[in-house]
């Protein structure tokens, strides 16, 4: 694996990570269970907005190779409890997007994909004052 990072001072000076990175991987396991070579890229942001909202997006693509999915989108954003007078209590929200791989298992098997499927993914969760709790949010999911 080999990446390449830097971090930024943007929006009036407020920190941001951003990162290029790609894979290869000589022998792993594909979807039907044969091994091949795997290559990709990806992507990934962290940026501060405000003094109390973060922002992040990551995305990857396999390039050479089968696995479950083989590109994925990931965005969110989380915010402090500053802004409705509890600061150490926060909430986050994010979606992600999937791409399946193909699977080349056999025809008319009710789990047999011979094209990708899409998949879209919703997720909100808080963290309260007093123990950090991570308290989940409903997550919605449409395939």
Known sequence: ???????LKLFGGLNGNYRIYGWNR???????GTSSKHTGVGA???QRLGDGVNVFARYGKMLKGELPFN???AIGAG???????????????????????KD???PGHRLSRRQPVDQLHL???RRRTGGGNLLPLPHLAAI
Do not use: C, K
């Open 1 to 7: 694996m080999a990446q390449a990072e830097t971090q």
């Open 26 to 32: 000589s022998a792993a396991d594909d979807f039907d």
């Open 44 to 46: 990934s942001v962290d």
């Open 71 to 73: 590109q994925a989108l």
């Open 79 to 101: 915010f402090n409890g500053s802004y409705w007078g509890r600061a150490a209590d926060a909430i986050g929200i994010g979606g992600s997007w999937l791409q399946s791989g």
């Open 104 to 106: 080349p298992g056999e």
């Open 123 to 125: 997720h909100a969760e």
